[in-house]
């Protein structure tokens, strides 16, 4: 029967990775899967393997496939992205399986591989032969590696940042110190099996002692560590104190100091009882130990006493010299957990690392940004220039009334085209209501984050009304300033987009009968738009007329052909994934390690393919700019020579102002769906940041909370600390990516409405009623188009 005790291997489900990762190679990696076969195969064979571990069980075979394991673990987190496969775990440390503790991570099967070669190290050094020296060698040696083990697992976690109950410094601490105290118990049996000197035992033993306290100290404090391996280290650390007395004792006698012999027997007794008193739940052998020390102590103490009273007559020191002990073992690690890759042949090696396929995505982000912030909205910004430019010149409606006093202008049928096909007034009111869902979401965010720190405002308050000046930490408005400042700045923002969106809704409301009309369609817009008589101009100025429209039709062309650029310049895009460049770079230059660097000169290269495209951006911009000086030099010229002409003005004023507005409409329209758009994207980015600000509130309420608990500890001793919230708070959806907000959190600024040229109400006549309407009628028209069935 052994005195010592083992770590339990850990408990986890089966689950076929070789298929996981064959169904991610097939979908993510541009790769046939049926090439790493036989990897994937012996993959899932080798984790059965670790499945499959049984305590008390184990043999030295076993270390070859834990080892192995580990290494393609590892080799999987640099090939694949660390959240592919959901492990499943059960920790074994408490009185039954705890969890499961489910987790799509590699990094977590990583960890607890090397959890399961610490207790795989610590039974086989339960296993050896403790009777003999070799047998007491090897044990204390994979005493050693087991302690290496969970040290090399506690750094790793820490340098991760892993947060697990099971896996935390405490619990981890805890069996690292208790695998070297029973390293160094091993060295203590080898010393008394090879009779060496009292004072070299006693060295060990005190080391021991020592290092069993250190157990207890963090086992108290890790709430996984099981009452018997804490009264196992409690009887261990005063058996072997007690021991060092004892020895002491002897070393004593030898050299004739009698009364000090007496102190220590005294003292090793005192502290072998006190060992005793903590029996409960420990193994009968290591309880058998200490009773039959206990009796040997009480025997030579009797003895000692009455040979001193009787013959010696030595005083009794009150107090006894320190003696320091001797740390005779450490951990052993293992270098294969550091730099696992350079051991083992390596399966899926020929398979592209996931940091490149990141890295790609990474790539195809920026080209997209690229020919966004490059290409793309300026040439939408050139296109809302144009056409405000063409707004304030009346055009073409001022000339459509002249050369089409009857007929519906085809700029006219192809606005109504466009705003049938883009959704109408429908899809203004659906995008408003999108926004005003998006706006009360981040009111319940900003609501929240509020509510957490006036909760532990109030809290906080309680406490001091309680306790008075002894609640001696800062106050819960100096100690949050910083949140504070944050959801202030959230209110500000937020109030600052009510305003905007009511903005938009004005706007909607003063165009949604002239959308109206335009979805009608040309029967629609025939009834609405006045004629005008035909007007006989002179040839210089007909001459002009015809100059203008020819201008126009070019401005008609200029877009059109922006649109098929951009139609081909999506294709193009699509069609230059840089993923096969950075696989071709990769290969051919055997690249190991891979930074956000590596490829940099590559994708610079890369970007190049659409210069022609920037070219092609600025020639359309300087055309523009040539049209539209043509266009206005030719449209003042026009209007000093048709002015000129009496009765023209009037003639045609009710059709040109109609037209006009219809133009201004459309422009609206579309400027409307831009800053709609644009108010999705603010909300959007709000509940990023505004999520990240509530998590942030919650660890400060949580922190705030923990040092109350202590606080209170600390002022009412036997009181029973608050333990839950007295108020629940609320909770949110934790699912989002906040990689696009800043590191502190701050929100970048107000949103602002892009505005809208406006242009005077219409003269909307019937096109069979040729007398001028009322004052009262047009209002009349005005307030019956303003009428919405959308509110704010």
């Excluded at 986890?12 to 990696?29: C, N, W």
């Amino acid at each position: 029967m052994n005195n010592l005790v083992y770590i339990p291997f850990r408990i986890t489900k089966d689950i076929a990775i070789g298929e996981e990762l064959r169904r991610v190679i097939k979908r993510d990696y541009y790769q046939s899967p049926n090439i790493f076969e036989n990897d994937l195969t012996q993959l899932t064979k080798i984790r059965k393997k670790i499945v499959s571990l049984k305590d008390e069980q184990v043999d030295k075979s076993l270390e070859i496939f834990l080892r192995q394991y580990y290494v393609q673990v590892v080799n999987l987190t640099k090939k694949f992205n660390n959240e592919i496969i959901m492990f499943e775990w059960y920790g074994t440390l408490g009185y039954e399986p705890s969890g499961p503790y489910k987790l799509r991570s590699l990094k977590f099967e990583q960890y607890n591989v090397i959890y399961q070669l610490g207790s795989f190290f610590a039974q086989l050094a339960i296993k050896e032969n403790r009777f003999t020296e070799e047998g007491l060698k090897r044990s204390c040696n994979y005493f050693q590696m087991s302690a290496g083990c969970f040290e090399i697992l506690n750094e790793i976690i820490n340098e991760d940042n892993f947060v697990m109950d099971e896996f935390s410094n405490d619990c981890l601490q805890f069996l690292k110190y208790l695998m070297l105290a029973q390293a160094q118990e091993t060295i203590w049996q080898k010393s008394i099996n090879s009779e060496m000197k009292n004072s070299i035992i006693v060295k060990l033993s005190i080391e021991t002692s020592n290092l069993y306290s250190k157990c207890i100290e963090y086992g108290n404090k890790s709430d996984f560590i099981k009452l018997e391996y804490i009264n196992h280290c409690t009887i261990k650390h005063y058996h072997f104190h007690s021991a060092s007395n004892y020895r002491l004792s002897l070393m004593s006698l030898e050299s004739q100091q009698y009364g000090q012999q007496v102190a220590y027997l005294r003292k090793s007794l005192e502290l072998s009882v006190k060992g005793l008193k903590y029996q409960r739940y420990v193994k009968n052998y290591v309880v058998e130990d200490l009773k039959g020390l206990n009796e040997m102590i009480e025997d030579s103490l009797k003895t000692a006493e009455r040979d001193n009273d009787l013959i010696y007559h030595k005083p009794i020191p009150n107090e006894l010299p320190v003696t320091q002990g001797a740390f005779v073992v450490n951990t052993i690690k293992i270098e294969e957990l550091r730099i696992p890759l350079e051991s083992d042949r390596l399966f899926l090696t020929n398979l592209l690392p996931y940091k490149i396929i990141q890295i790609s995505l990474a790539y195809k982000e920026r080209q997209d940004s690229f020919i966004l912030q490059k290409i793309l909205e300026p040439l939408q910004s050139l296109n809302k220039m144009m056409n405000h430019f063409l707004t304030e010149r009346e055009l073409p409606a001022s000339i459509d009334a002249l050369q089409k006093p009857e007929n519906i202008p085809e700029s006219i049928i192809q606005h109504s085209q466009d705003i049938i096909s883009y959704g109408g007034a429908k899809a203004i009111e659906n995008l408003y209501d999108t926004i005003l869902n998006l706006s009360s979401d981040c009111r319940d965010i900003h609501e929240g984050c509020s509510s957490r720190l006036t909760i532990e405002e109030d809290e906080d308050e309680f406490f001091r009304q309680k306790y008075n000046e002894l609640w001696d930490r800062q106050t819960s408005k100096a100690a949050g300033e910083l949140l504070w400042n944050k959801i202030n700045s959230m209110d500000d923002y937020l109030n600052q987009a009510d305003k905007a969106d009511d903005i938009i809704l004005s706007n909607y409301h003063q165009i949604k009968g002239y959308l109206q009309l335009y979805q009608g369609g040309y029967e629609s817009l025939s009834k609405f738009i006045p004629n005008s008589t035909l007007i006989s101009l002179k040839p210089d100025t007909r001459t002009i007329l015809i100059d203008i429209r020819e201008a126009l039709n070019e401005t008609q062309e200029l877009e059109l052909s922006r649109k098929h650029f951009l139609k081909k310049l999506e294709n193009k895009s699509k069609d230059n994934n840089i993923l096969p460049k950075l696989v071709d770079h990769f290969k051919k230059n055997q690249i190991i390690e891979i930074s956000d660097d590596t490829f940099e000169p590559l994708y610079s290269h890369h970007i190049k393919v659409f210069n022609e495209d920037l070219e092609f951006v600025e020639w359309s911009k300087n055309k523009q700019i040539v049209l539209e000086n043509k266009i206005d030099e030719l449209n003042n010229l026009f209007i000093a020579n048709f002015n000129a002409q009496e009765g023209n003005e009037e003639a045609n004023n009710d059709r040109r102002s109609v037209l006009q507005v219809l133009e201004n409409a459309y422009s609206r329209y579309l400027q409307l769906i831009t800053n709609l758009n644009e108010a999705a994207k603010f909300y959007n980015d709000f509940k990023t940041k505004g999520l990240k600000v509530v998590h942030e509130c919650d660890e400060f309420v949580n922190n705030r909370r923990k040092v109350a608990r202590d606080l209170e500890l600390k002022l009412s001793p036997n009181s029973e600390p608050i333990s839950q919230p007295r108020n629940q708070l609320p909770k949110y959806d934790n699912d989002y990516d906040d990689s696009d907000s800043d590191e502190e959190g701050r929100f970048e600024g107000p949103r602002i409405v892009t505005p809208i040229p406006i242009v005077a109400s219409p003269v909307p006549m019937d096109r069979n009623d040729t007398s001028t309407p009322s004052t009262k009628e047009l209002n009349e028209l005005q307030n019956h188009f303003n009428q919405t069935r959308i509110r704010k």
